[in-house]
């Protein structure tokens, strides 16, 4: 990877030390031009217009997105963010009062909230699977939980959004297959960081962002629709024009592919500058990428153990690019000044992003830095010294 070329095509992390990707990370410049250009020509043309004659510009965000996850383009659906594509998916699985859905205790907290919403209206049985002393899931657990509960949907967030754990979906995607379960993996904070392969995993849903690893524009995302899913005929609740034909009065017909799950009304602009960063991240090689930020990582969590009075809350026998961390006797309002003096791009997690997790480990809130592969050795080195000197 030429790193100098990245840095030189991200033009704003030049004056700042960026490592708040999990959260919205610097799109690249092609990104935002492509974005400009067609809002240019909606702008002489009108929107209908423009996307009407720009079929094949559109399509390519289905080949790249297809590509990124080892997917077909019939198994990928727009969305306008990981929740949109998230609830689309919830709401195409027919509950009936008392199906289980199973899922862990560092699932995203608008998940559980979704979760515990359906509890609430429809009476479904929400069960967590127990996680080992060192944050991974406990397998047997899960193993058992299946057999005695024989849940209707499994669902589980591959890395948690207030830690940097990455959690073990492909042996759970093993066992929901086996079991004929549907699973549900959210992995906003996966793709785009890391290779996330849906063959290997065995999800029928999977759901994503296009603001944080994958460097794309705020309000966009993507769905991944198994062709189980597909074949099922499972659709969302609230379907629109765009995923259906209204045949007569009485009955609709949906589509075959995972289009169904889309609205009709889109932001184009922002699909093209998606389906930008979506080719920008092939281009590179997700491989490429994945080991550029496990050597940043590397690097910056050595750095951080070597502080005596820096404790970091990352559990797991595997680890992403999120590290949170506290700082023994200092205030969060203190370690933010000085991040703020010193320009460094941070994000702080609280205890309601992680109830369970934050609540095992005495905390209310850790501050979460984030790096991607555009951010250099010589960032984390000194990231760490400024903490050291806080």
């Known amino acids: 990877m030429n790193i100098a070329q990245i840095r030189a095509e991200t033009p704003h992390c030049q004056d700042k030390i960026f490592i708040n990707s999990a959260g919205a990370s610097l799109m690249p410049q092609q990104v935002v031009n492509s974005i400009h250009r067609y809002l240019l020509e909606e702008e002489a043309h009108g929107g209908y217009k423009v996307a009407d004659t720009n079929p094949t510009t559109i399509a390519q965000f289905y080949k790249e997105a297809a590509q990124l996850i080892n997917a077909q383009t019939h198994n990928i659906a727009f969305a306008h963010d990981a929740t949109d594509a998230y609830t689309k998916a919830l709401s195409s699985i027919p509950f009936k009062i008392g199906d289980v859905i199973i899922t862990s205790e560092d699932d995203y907290s608008s998940n559980q909230i979704q979760f515990l919403s ?43 959004t207030n830690s940097g754990l990455i959690q073990d979906v492909k042996n759970i995607g093993k066992i929901c297959e086996a079991e004929d379960v549907i699973f549900l993996v959210d992995a906003c904070q996966s793709v785009g960081q890391m290779v996330v392969d849906v063959q290997q995993i065995k999800c029928d849903f999977l759901t ?183």
């Open 118 to 160: 359906l509890k609430e209206r429809f009476g479904i049985v929400l069960k967590r699977i127990k996680t080992l002393e060192n944050g991974d899931l406990d397998i047997a657990n899960f193993q058992a939980l299946v057999a005695e509960q024989k849940p209707i949907l499994v669902a589980i967030t591959h890395i948690p």
């Open 208 to 390: 994503t962002t296009g603001r944080k690893f994958l460097r794309g524009p705020r309000g966009t995302g993507f769905l991944y629709v198994s062709d189980k899913i597909l074949n099922k005929g499972l659709k969302p609740l609230f379907i629109d024009g765009n995923g259906a034909d209204w045949m007569t009065p009485f009955t609709f017909k949906v589509l075959a592919d995972a289009k169904r799950f889309e609205h009709w009304e889109r932001p184009y602009a922002l699909m093209v500058g998606f389906t930008t960063a979506l080719r920008y991240a092939n281009e590179l090689g997700m491989q490429n990428i994945q080991q550029r930020n496990q050597s940043l990582m590397q690097r910056f969590r050595a750095n951080l153990a070597a502080i005596p009075a820096v404790t970091t809350f990352d559990k797991g026998s595997r680890t992403a690019n999120i590290l949170t961390f506290r700082k023994q006797d200092k205030s969060l309002e203190r370690i933010q000044e000085v991040f703020d003096k010193n320009k460094i791009y941070h994000n702080v997690s609280t205890k309601n992003w992680g109830v369970i997790d934050y609540a095992k480990k005495g905390v209310d809130w850790t501050i979460r830095l984030s790096p991607h592969y555009f951010n250099t050795l010589a960032e984390m080195d000194e990231v760490a010294s400024i903490i050291d000197r806080i």
